[in-house]
């Protein structure tokens, strides 16, 4: 219903990428951290800008383009890398394509695409994370230029960013009207990464944080209108949701295929696990809650590909599909029993993994606040 011959044709071009040039590497960049060329070959391959216009060196897809390539980096057991991708392409430039300026998509959008350079969005703050209008990063004008002082925590590709779009607010309070979004180059003066941050899963991306003490940009690297920053900020928030409901259905459904092929083999009082009963049932729950959150989230997918602004049922999508996913990585856990425990098999690291979503982008309690609202709750 949802995928053309094209997007199939995306799919086997992306798995054989995947196979080849990236899934040989993951377990050790578990340990090291994914080098940061691999930005150029997925640019080279045509894949950090599937939904963008030619004209900057995109590739002109719809949403589902980006759900495909989202699916392939789960099914392949990405994590921190599939996330890092992610950032890139579904977070920190989506804004820069939909609010800036043409002269601006030249220089930070085309080379984000060929993967010539590294993006990262930082909103969250030492002291603010839920709470976004809350922020303390304050960014005032001096001559024909921006003077920023804050500091940002938990930022993916922090490290690595050649630049980071900043979640902002201006020196005079003016409500949700006094925020901005800024371009800040990694070589901006006063720009530093004070540390990167040791987590329980997603191994191999960086987590910064970021330090901005007097740090300088030209007032052209306002992206949008200025004072709509936080308006800009909640539309991003619906993609960043929605890409990550659809990476967590991903990972749901790749975790439940490899716990059922493990309990046709494993036997245990001299038949399959999977032929006591409690094991098969606990299965075929998986499946089916996998299945109906994949259906709600394409729905919505298709809403918004249309341009629509679903909120609540982004929300709902979001909040569901993240706990589906730590659900079945927590049974599966249970399917493999001690094997399920142990590195060497792949649902601890999916329960790690998956874990993360039900916090970044949004927490399930923001979520539900969110979803209530829309209800007049
Ligand atoms: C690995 C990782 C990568 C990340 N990457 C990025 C990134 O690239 N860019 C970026 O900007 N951020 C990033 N984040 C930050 C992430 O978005 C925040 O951690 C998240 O939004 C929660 O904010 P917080 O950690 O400050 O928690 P807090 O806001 O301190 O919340 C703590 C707890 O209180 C609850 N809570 C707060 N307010 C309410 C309320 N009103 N009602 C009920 N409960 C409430 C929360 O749900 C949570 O359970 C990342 C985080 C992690 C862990």
Redesign the pocket.
């Known amino acids: 219903m949802y995928f053309s011959d094209a997007h199939e044709e995306l799919r086997l071009h992306i798995r054989r990428f995947l196979e080849k040039e990236v899934r040989p590497h993951l377990a050790e960049w578990e340990q090291t951290l994914f080098p940061d060329s691999i930005f150029k070959r997925f640019g080279e391959m045509g894949l950090l800008g599937l939904r963008y216009d030619p004209e900057y060196g995109g590739q002109g897809g719809d949403y589902f383009s980006a759900i495909v390539l989202e699916e392939e980096m789960a099914r392949a057991g990405c994590g921190g890398l599939g ?1 890092a991708i992610a ?1 890139q392409t579904e ?1 920190a430039t989506p804004p820069l394509n939909k609010f800036g300026t043409p002269e601006q998509k030249r220089k930070w959008l085309a080379p984000a695409i060929s993967g010539d350079s590294i993006a ?5 703050e030492p002291d ?4 976004l209008a809350n922020i303390q990063t304050i960014a005032r004008k001096d001559g024909n230029e921006w003077v920023i002082n804050g500091r ?7 490290a690595r960013a050649s630049w980071t779009l900043l ?1 902002t607010k201006g020196d005079r309070e003016r409500g949700h009207k006094g925020y901005n979004l800024i371009l800040v180059e990694k070589t901006s003066p006063g720009f530093s990464v004070t540390r990167t941050l040791e ?1 329980l899963g ?1 191994h191999s991306s960086d ?1 910064a944080e970021l330090l901005f003490e007097d740090c300088r940009v030209p007032l052209d690297n306002l992206i949008g209108e200025e004072g709509e920053g936080f308006k800009q900020l909640m539309w991003e928030l619906q993609g960043e949701r929605l890409i990550a409901a659809c990476g967590a259905v991903a990972g749901a459904q790749k975790t439940f295929e490899y716990a059922m092929d493990y309990a046709k083999e494993r036997r245990a009082f001299g038949k399959p696990i999977a032929e006591h009963q409690v094991i098969k049932h606990k299965l075929v729950d998986m499946a089916t809650k996998v299945n109906m959150i994949r259906a709600f989230v394409y729905e919505c997918a298709t809403r918004w590909d249309q341009g629509d602004y679903p909120v609540r049922e982004i929300s709902q999508a979001k909040l569901m599909a993240t706990q589906i996913a730590v659900e079945v990585a927590d049974d599966a856990i249970q399917i493999l029993g001690g094997h399920g425990y142990m590195r060497e098999f792949p649902v601890e690291k999916a329960w790690r993994d998956a874990r ?1 979503a039900r ?8 979520m539900k ?1 969110i979803i209530a609202k829309t209800y007049g709750l």
């Open positions: 996330m950032v977070m990262a969005i930082a909103m969250t603010a994370g839920s709470d940002k925590i938990f930022i993916t590709n922090g979640v987590k997603m987590t993360l916090i970044g982008a949004g927490t399930d309690e923001i606040e």
